[in-house]
């Protein structure tokens, strides 16, 4: 695959058909939100783009996110422009190792100095470097350098957008996401755990048309997938609004596909596109396969509490306080009541009767 | 502090203040009440105290013709809130499952849209009930800061609950912490205020009740 050659090239070279492309280029068109006087300005943008230069780091990460976006069964539109994008580094995907692969990253810094789009996975150790290095240099060494030269970066992922797990508490490693350490660069985040694979190629294919990074929301993340709450869009919605709830995975609710709100769904609290663009080629999502929503694509989600027990319900024991308080309670006020009594008994005992003489001594 | 560490402070240790609170204040304000005592009536009974308190405790639910003809807008405004807010509170999925989760009871739900209309009608009702507050010469002359406190306190979870139902504004994470934030609030000051009556309102009917049972005449 040379450099020169456009995207438009790569794709049929591929044998990706022109109905094919400009399905995709209208899918994505709405679901961007854009109207479909757009599509043909989509597609030429995407027809002439040079491939643009990707860098790809991944730091404190599981490597889900790489498999989410490229484990797709059957080569899809989405994954061949993925595969058409110059991804110049990516040290799980590429071929060359050691400093050969080193040497790819810092060819592609300088040739594509302030144009390339810089793409990161997992989260930056900020305790000891040594938590995580890649060729004996820290993560964050490597991102600061790498930001430098990026148009944007795009944090794919739950803990390059927000920290994710490696956060999660006691965040042994100090770890944090992309947007705490650079601050001067245009920043998409592309949070879930993994994100929806369109939702890369959706923001990608937005930056190829545009030359602009989407409308963000105040998380940083597109508008256009992370604009709707999973509640909003979930089929299961009307059973919530009945009040028809799974109170367990066994039940006859569960069965029926109740709603999930009693098992810990996270729907309405969780902004992201699964309800609307489904997973494994539009399949389903978790929720679709009777699994409540975790809230992957929301800060701190590993903290939030149990994935089981309901947003709205209390994490410590409130009986048990309510118990004490009943006791503390009670004593107080048998306490306040003798108190009172007391006090009534001494006004009583001070009482004086007034005769007739006392009356007398007015005058 | 994060929105999500904010939602599970608020979940968590301030809920359990705010239980403690309110239980304990509660219960010792009620025992201080019924610890006053009433001097002993050495003079005949003419008819049964129990039965009087009872039923007087019942019978003083409905306004006699007098007094609503005099207050119709106080009476009914008090009935649609009093009846608006035991909807909202008890008949709403997931405040009973809340009971359910904390202590085991559960009970049918409304359907979410009618719940939703209810909280409209009663937020209008406490916002008609407050204007008439300001602009009656006697009310606002008997009205005090706690009493706009007690109003202010009973609204928000309300309007908070509206809004975080509806999330309009800030993040949901956000808008149910407020939400559970400004029940909070009104189980602290519960004991302490005149919110106290939802409690003290039967003590005090059963009260006059007994007195005019006692005495064999109707209250």
């Known amino acids: 695959?040379?450099?020169?050659?456009?995207?438009?090239?790569?794709?049929?070279?591929?044998?990706?058909?022109?109905?094919?492309?400009?399905?995709?280029?209208?899918?994505?068109?709405?679901?961007?939100a854009l109207p479909p006087s757009m599509v043909p300005v989509i597609a030429a943008a995407l027809e002439s783009a040079r491939r643009p230069s990707v860098i790809w780091l991944s730091f404190q990460e599981c490597t889900g996110c790489t498999e989410s976006l490229t484990r797709s069964h059957s080569p899809t539109v989405e994954?061949?422009?993925?595969?058409?994008?110059?991804?110049?580094y990516h040290h799980t995907l590429q071929a060359a190792s050691g400093s050969a692969a080193e040497a790819a990253r810092e060819t592609a810094m300088e040739e594509n100095h302030g144009k390339y789009i810089l793409v990161v996975d997992g989260s930056i150790p900020t305790d000891n470097p040594g938590y995580s290095t890649i060729a004996g240099i820290s993560n964050r060494d490597m991102l600061?350098?790498?930001?430098?030269?990026?148009?944007?970066?795009?944090?794919?992922?739950?803990?390059?957008?927000?920290?994710?797990?490696?956060?999660?508490?006691?965040?042994?490693?100090?770890?944090?996401?992309?947007?705490?350490?650079?601050?001067d660069k245009p920043i998409i985040n592309v949070p879930g755990c993994p994100p929806i694979p369109v939702v890369i190629t959706g923001v990608l294919a937005h930056y190829l048309t545009f030359g602009t990074i989407p409308e963000?929301?105040?998380?940083?993340?597109?508008?256009?997938?992370?604009?709707?709450?999973?509640?909003?869009?979930?089929?299961?919605?009307?059973?919530?609004?009945?009040?028809?709830?799974?109170?367990?995975?066994?039940?006859?609710?569960?069965?029926?596909?109740?709603?999930?709100?009693?098992?810990?769904?996270?729907?309405?609290?969780?902004?992201?596109?699964?309800?609307?663009?489904?997973?494994?080629?539009g399949t389903s999502f978790p929720i679709e396969s009777g699994h409540p929503c975790l809230g992957c694509s929301e800060?701190?989600?590993?903290?939030?509490?149990?994935?089981?027990?309901?947003?709205?319900?209390?994490?410590?024991?409130?009986?048990?306080?309510?118990?004490?308080?009943?006791g503390a309670g009670a004593a107080a006020g048998v306490a306040l009541g003798a108190m009172n009594r007391a006090k009534k008994q001494k006004s009583v005992d001070a009482h004086e009767k007034v005769t007739i003489d006392d009356l007398d001594k007015e005058k | 502090m994060t929105e999500t560490e904010f939602l599970l402070w608020v979940r968590g240790p301030a809920l359990q203040i705010a239980t403690i609170v309110f239980v304990l204040g509660i219960v010792a304000r009620i025992l201080q009440m019924v610890m006053l005592g009433r001097k002993a009536n050495l003079a005949e009974a003419r008819g049964s105290a129990l039965a009087g308190g009872l039923?007087?405790?019942?019978?003083?639910?409905?306004?006699?013709?007098?007094?609503?003809q005099r207050s119709t807008f106080t009476i009914v405004s008090g009935y649609i809130f009093h009846i608006g807010l035991f909807v909202t509170i008890f008949l709403f999925a997931p405040h009973i499952l809340l009971v359910d989760e904390v202590f085991g009871l559960?009970?049918?739900?409304?359907?979410?849209?009618?719940?939703?209309?209810?909280?409209?009608?009663?937020?209008?009702?406490?916002?008609?009930?407050?204007?008439?507050?300001?602009?009656?010469?006697?009310?606002?002359?008997?009205?005090?800061?706690?009493?706009?406190?007690?109003?202010?306190?009973?609204?928000?979870?309300?309007?908070?609950?509206?809004?975080?139902?509806?999330?309009?504004?800030?993040?949901?994470?956000?808008l149910i912490a407020l939400h559970i934030l400004s029940?909070?609030?009104?189980?602290?000051?519960?004991?302490?205020?005149?919110?106290?009556?939802?409690?003290?309102?039967?003590?005090?009917?059963?009260?006059?009740?007994?007195?005019?049972?006692y005495k064999g005449v109707h209250s």
């Open chain 2, 106 to 174: 559960s009970w049918p739900a409304l359907p979410t849209p009618v719940v939703d209309a209810t909280a409209v009608v009663t937020i209008i009702t406490l916002l008609a009930v407050l204007i008439h507050r300001l602009k009656d010469p006697v009310m606002r002359f008997l009205s005090g800061f706690s009493d706009y406190l007690v109003w202010l306190v009973t609204f928000l979870p309300l309007l908070t609950g509206y809004i975080a139902f509806h999330r309009i504004g800030l993040s949901p994470t956000m």
């Open chain 2, 183 to 213: 029940v909070e609030l009104l189980m602290v000051l519960f004991p302490f205020t005149k919110l106290m009556h939802t409690f003290s309102l039967f003590i005090a009917r059963y009260y006059n009740g007994a007195i005019a049972g």
């Open chain 1, 299 to 326: 800060p701190g989600f590993w903290d939030g509490g149990s994935f089981y027990s309901a947003i709205s319900t209390p994490t410590e024991d409130i009986p048990k306080a309510a118990v004490y308080a009943v």
């Open chain 1, 1 to 32: 695959m040379s450099k020169d050659e456009t995207l438009g090239e790569a794709l049929r070279r591929q044998g990706v058909t022109r109905r094919g492309f400009l399905k995709f280029c209208a899918a994505t068109a709405s679901m961007m």
């Open chain 1, 216 to 281: 963000l929301d105040d998380l940083k993340r597109p508008k256009a997938y992370y604009g709707k709450s999973i509640h909003d869009r979930c089929y299961r919605r009307p059973f919530y609004d009945k009040g028809l709830f799974a109170e367990t995975f066994d039940d006859e609710g569960a069965r029926k596909g109740w709603c999930l709100y009693k098992l810990g769904c996270k729907g309405p609290t969780t902004y992201n596109a699964c309800a609307t663009v489904k997973w494994n080629e």
């Open chain 1, 144 to 183: 600061e350098e790498a930001a430098k030269g990026a148009a944007a970066i795009v944090s794919v992922g739950t803990c390059a957008a927000f920290g994710g797990i490696p956060a999660a508490k006691p965040n042994p490693t100090g770890a944090v996401s992309v947007s705490d350490l650079v601050h």
């Open chain 2, 55 to 68: 039923r007087t405790m019942v019978t003083r639910s409905v306004p006699d013709k007098g007094t609503f």
């Open chain 1, 79 to 88: 994954g061949l422009i993925f595969d058409s994008i110059s991804l110049d």
